[in-house]
């Protein structure tokens, strides 16, 4: 944003307690646009409502913020390749927690 891009934020991790508003305030500090149900179980729907709502309005980076992940929880990963198919993202970016230590080769 401070570069003049045009950035909003979905919030589509419908799985953490708290994560939209936490997300909603986030985006308010910044003073960057933000989309996202609060009631709405479907990630998938929101992040497709989401990436919608900023491509018809122009926006150059949209982020969309989805639930963690973890080994255990297959349905988090196919719920991934959902949004990921649903949304088509120029890039995808994994973020993954700094103190997992050796557990990250398994």
């Excluded at 950035?7 to 308010?28: I, K, P, S």
């Excluded at 910044?30 to 998938?44: A, L, M, Q, S």
């Excluded at 729907?45 to 913020?65: C, H, L, N, Q, Y």
Aim: glycine letters at 8%.
């Amino acid at each position: 944003m401070k570069r003049g891009w045009r950035v909003g934020l979905v919030c589509a991790d419908t799985f953490r307690a708290g994560a939209f508003e936490q997300l909603m305030m986030n985006a308010a500090k910044i003073k960057c646009p933000f989309f996202g149900h609060k009631n709405e179980t479907d990630p998938v729907k929101i992040a497709e409502e989401g990436v919608t709502f900023f491509r018809e309005k122009k926006f150059e980076i949209i982020i969309v913020d989805t639930s963690g992940r973890h080994k255990q929880e297959e349905s988090l990963f196919n719920e991934m390749l959902q949004v990921e198919a649903t949304i088509k993202p120029d890039t995808s970016i994994f973020v993954m927690d700094g103190s997992i230590g050796q557990a990250c080769y398994a």
